[in-house]
């Protein structure tokens, strides 16, 4: 089954190295992003590699499910990660650059749904709603956090 491929770009009207530290910190995302994660453990961390597990919450209610996400920091471009939960499998690429306004983030999203009526379902709702989503719960809170 072909992923679902989700692409968007952001910006937010701060330094890279303010949004890398947010979006580094994944003891914190529950604070951050209360909307998206309700908890987090970093399992391991060796240089900049990372394993977290986590309890997240789907963009269409209020349902959580473990996540563990295994990935790679690069500072100060962002993160790729590979995001594992009983939905499916994510891969995920977070980059940012410096712009004159800011740092604009480019993120991209695979997702592979392990459900058939799920990707029937998910791929209709994934697609249409998912970065609207992302947009208010995660990018809009590092922009009321960052934008001061």
């Known amino acids: 089954m072909k992923p679902l491929h989700l692409e968007t770009y952001y910006t937010i009207k701060a330094p890279r190295e303010a949004v890398c530290k947010i979006i580094a910190d994944f003891e914190n995302v529950p604070k951050y992003f209360p909307r998206v994660a309700k908890s987090a453990r970093v399992v391991s961390r060796d240089g900049n590699k990372f394993v977290v597990e986590a309890r997240t919450k789907a963009f269409f209610g209020s349902k959580t499910f473990s996540v563990r996400m295994e990935g790679e920091l690069r500072p100060p471009e962002g993160f790729v990660s590979t995001n594992t939960s009983s939905l499916g499998i994510e891969h995920e690429v977070f980059t940012m650059e410096e712009i004159p306004e800011g740092t604009r983030i480019h993120y991209v999203n695979d997702v592979e749904i392990k459900s058939w009526f ?10 249409r709603i998912a970065l609207k989503y992302w947009e208010h719960a995660v990018f809009d809170k590092m922009k009321e956090m960052l934008e001061k």
């Open 118 to 127: 799920l990707r029937l379902l998910g791929g209709f709702l994934i697609k």
